[in-house]
């Protein structure tokens, strides 16, 4: 079956290092990966988008990579700060044919000062 | 910064009722969707809108549900006749173009209770 599956348990970590979440999928070849950062009560915020073709993107202090072969995102947040606390979502699209994003269940970091 | 608008931002029904959750998407934005979040799940796509038409739809947007863009501004979710398990967050979201569909912009949802 499909899955997409994030660390359902919470990150937590100190301030100033750098924190690593991953987004493992199952049974996809997803031609778009995002990453999404949600706070509670809100709507998903648009972080990243990497495309198949592309290891890495970055943008400030986030950085994601994309490993086909090992079906895997790691979106890394570097010299992290207690406003970086969060909840992260990857969502996939699952084929070029399509608009639609599947969501992983996101993992809560927490960065503490 | 222009933002993804949607109002009420909490709905009490009762169960069996119809409502209506809208959304004013961003301005020049020309993709629509509806998500929805049941409390501690993740989110989940309900359709897509483009051109005055459905582009996709889950298999969870059934024949209870419908989307309507009314006017220039409005694009509408109806519930025709809600159950408990419609309880949910239910977030718009809008993109630009076909060709930038992946950045989604959504709004603040709606949290819909059914009783």
């Known amino acids: 079956s499909q899955k997409i599956e994030q660390n359902s348990e919470a990150l937590n970590i100190q301030e100033g290092k750098t924190a690593t979440l991953t987004c493992n999928y199952t049974n996809y070849s997803p031609a778009y990966l995002q990453w999404y950062r949600q706070d509670p009560g809100r709507g998903p915020v648009f972080l990243l988008l990497i495309r198949e073709n592309e290891k890495e993107k970055r943008k400030e202090r986030l950085k994601v990579t994309f490993d086909t072969t090992l079906k895997q995102s790691l979106f890394h947040i570097t010299a992290s700060q207690p406003a970086d606390s969060a909840t992260y979502l990857c969502?996939?699209?699952?084929?070029?044919?399509?608009?639609?994003?599947?969501f992983g269940t996101g993992t809560r970091l927490k960065v503490l000062a | 910064e222009p933002e993804v608008t949607q109002t009420p931002s909490h709905q009490v029904t009762q169960m069996g009722q119809e409502v209506i959750l809208r959304c004013v998407p961003i301005s020049n934005h020309l993709y629509f969707y509806w998500y929805r979040q049941i409390l501690g799940q993740k989110v989940e796509f309900l359709v897509s809108f483009y051109n005055n038409e459905i582009s996709e739809k889950s298999e969870i947007f059934d024949d209870q549900f419908s989307v309507e863009r009314p006017d220039g501004s409005n694009f509408t979710l109806k519930i025709r006749s809600t159950k408990l398990e419609d309880s949910a967050m239910y977030f718009c979201?809008?993109?630009?173009?076909?060709?930038?569909?992946?950045?989604?912009?959504f709004g603040p949802g709606t949290r819909l209770t059914v009783l």
């Open positions: 979201a809008s993109s630009l173009d076909r060709a930038s569909t992946d950045t989604q912009y």
């Open positions: 969502a996939l699209r699952p084929t070029s044919g399509t608009y639609k994003y599947i």
